[in-house]
């Protein structure tokens, strides 16, 4: 069903969950078979990748059924147009125990938090400009510092941790160092 609803031939998506592709120097391309454990780590990532791909598309097709039938009832003229969003309480929730899925939830809260800063407290700064409206500049939260440590390409620990586990001979050693 899986291979029906995204249009794939089945021979390639199972190849490409229960199979591990690398080119060697060389060699050429060599293909092992992954562990069932492993190939479970790929149906899990690709579960979580279609859902958040499918959450945005949602959302995109909400906003823009919004944007269509509010365009002619506001101006043009620095008008904010409405729109959804999501937001969550901004920080890291601290368990006696933490997961793996308690991060990849805390990481995307800060996303969307520092998503939500920029959009609206900059929006904001703006129309009181725009409208010449008196106010005492506040600092917002800045969470760029988390949402680096974790994600940043090059340097976040996530991207670091996924080219750790597709090197060959990669291992949790060489990863904390």
């Avoid at 293909?31 to 945005?56: I, N, Q, T, W």
């Amino acid at each position: 069903m899986c291979c029906e609803l995204l249009q794939v031939d089945p021979g390639a998506l199972s190849a490409a969950l229960c199979a591990r592709t690398m080119r060697a120097p060389g060699e050429g391309v060599i293909s092992m078979p992954l562990p069932v454990a492993k190939a479970a780590e790929s149906r899990d990532a690709l579960a979580r990748h279609l859902y958040g791909a499918v959450f945005a598309f949602v959302v995109h097709r909400i906003n823009q059924a919004i944007f269509r039938r509010s365009n002619s009832t506001l101006t043009a003229a620095g008008a904010q147009w409405p729109h959804i969003g999501v937001l969550d309480i901004f920080g890291f929730e601290f368990f006696e125990k933490n997961s793996l899925e308690q991060l990849f939830i805390n990481y995307t809260n800060e996303l969307l938090q520092q998503y939500f800063n920029e959009v609206i407290f900059d929006n904001e700064t703006n129309l009181y400009a725009r409208e010449g409206v008196q106010w005492d500049p506040r600092d917002f939260p800045d969470n760029s510092v988390i949402v680096d440590l974790i994600g940043k390409a090059g340097t976040g620990m996530l991207p670091m941790l996924d080219e750790e586990c597709w090197l060959v001979g990669g291992n949790p050693e060489q990863w904390c160092s």
